[in-house]
């Protein structure tokens, strides 16, 4: 019998070299992200633990992101535990409030590459996968274990498998196909599963593309999510992680997976898509739905705040104005994707048409600032979740779609689709 991607990277990771679905390991962990829970929740566990040293600061990110800079004293008391934190380990890699969302820093500073095991603080860690690796969100206990040894115990999870063929239509981009399949599978449709996905759609898609699929897969439910390697991850390695050794993992052709799902966009497109309140899963064709007026558009997170995603919103919004009453805040994920974004004019484009452009933070996404909604106010947003109270107040609304959807509502005031525009 052969192995899964996540079988095979897990069992790398183990004494015995063994890691079948279902087992229980225990497992080496490669690299750990924390984010702002170090300093609320992890390290008074590690004082529990009279923990004195991090098992190896050279595999330690620590970021503080999701309240960036502190818009009020508990978040800066925080940071600040964080800094002292970083200083006193000697931890290598560190960025402040300055540099970004953790899962987009991780990945720009390169340190992630195929065959690792990483585990972060934050459930939306399941992002790595799309550079070939096997990554989860943990929690504060789970996280401080990993500071103090360097291991992790889990359960091997099984894992489902998609392949995708046929091409994306123009303005759909891979936050619909997530959109899509989510919808599909519910938000337990993967629970505890590694959901794995190949195919020359996938093959062909950028990076950044693959990390918004990896990124969602959480909220099927999914304990990670892995794509093989193409030329773009290839590429990026190049240029970020050229000094450090890798192999490309593949599944065995003998691998066993609890299903195969086929998904031939030749033959079923997809259609933009908007994910309504308050479930990630109740999603729908943006041309199915009645005309709902917003009072916010947001484009930013984790999911949705990179490069293409500001290329594509500024190719909507180029010589217009965006709709009156409506606000369109704009958060790079990374100050790195800032820069790039600044250089090739999509800020200034983005400005023009009348968006508030932030610096790079969770901000929004997590109700924390720059972004917070109101009792009633109605959001488009290309982050990952529309929890009841995601964003703000608990009666505010919150609908998921693409960059592509969100800048195309922010011009009509209504949720529209983008290829109307």
């Known amino acids: 019998m052969g192995y899964t991607l996540a079988e095979k990277i897990l069992a790398a990771h183990t004494e015995d070299g063994k890691a079948d679905a279902g087992d229980i390991i225990d497992a080496a962990v490669d690299f750990l992200m924390v984010h702002e829970v170090l300093g609320s929740r992890i390290i008074p566990v590690l004082e529990e633990m009279n923990f004195e040293k991090v098992w190896d600061p050279s595999r330690v990110l620590v970021v503080n992101d999701h309240w960036a800079p502190a818009p009020n004293a ?112 519910g938000t337990d449709g993967a629970n505890y599963q590694s959901m794995e996905f190949h195919g020359p759609t996938i093959d062909e898609m950028t990076v950044g593309s693959r990390m918004t699929i990896c990124n969602m897969s959480v909220e099927a439910g999914a304990k990670s999510c892995i794509m093989p390697i193409n030329k773009q991850v290839k590429d990026w390695l190049g240029e970020r992680a050229r000094e450090r050794e890798w192999t490309a993992i593949t599944p065995d052709d003998e691998a066993m997976y609890i299903d195969r799902i086929t998904i031939d966009l030749s033959e079923d497109p997809i259609e933009p898509m908007v994910s309504l309140p308050h479930s990630p899963a ?43 009453g409506v606000r369109l805040v704009v958060t790079p994920a990374s100050r790195d994707t800032y820069l790039a974004a600044l250089r090739e004019g999509f800020i200034e484009t983005l400005i023009e048409a009348g968006a508030i452009v932030t610096n790079s933070t969770c901000g929004a996404c997590v109700g924390g600032h720059l972004g917070v909604l109101g009792p009633g106010e109605v959001c488009v947003s290309s982050s990952n979740r529309n929890f009841r109270g995601r964003m703000g107040h608990p009666d505010s609304l919150v609908y998921l779609a693409s960059p592509a959807t969100v800048a195309a509502s922010a011009l009509k005031g209504v949720i529209t689709d983008p290829r109307e525009v």
């Open 74 to 185: 508990e978040s800066a008391l925080i940071h600040m535990k964080n800094r002292e934190f970083v200083r006193e380990q000697g931890i290598k890699h560190f960025g402040d409030v300055e540099c970004g969302i953790c899962h987009q820093v991780l990945a720009e500073q390169g340190l992630v590459v195929p065959g690792n095991l990483i585990i972060g603080s934050d459930s939306h860690s399941t992002t790595y996968g799309a550079f070939n690796a096997f990554s989860t969100g943990l929690a504060a206990t789970d996280s401080a274990l990993i500071l103090a040894t360097g291991r992790i115990w889990l359960r091997v999870p099984e894992s489902l498998r998609f392949d995708v063929t046929g091409n994306l239509s123009r303005r759909v981009m891979s936050k619909d196909l997530i959109l899509s399949i989510i919808k599909e599978l």
């Open 282 to 324: 109740n999603g729908e064709a943006v041309s199915e739905i009645d005309s709902i007026e917003i009072d916010q558009a947001f484009i930013g997170s984790c999911t949705n705040g990179r490069f293409e995603d500001l290329k594509i919103a500024a190719d909507i919004v180029r010589g217009k104005k965006i709709h009156r």
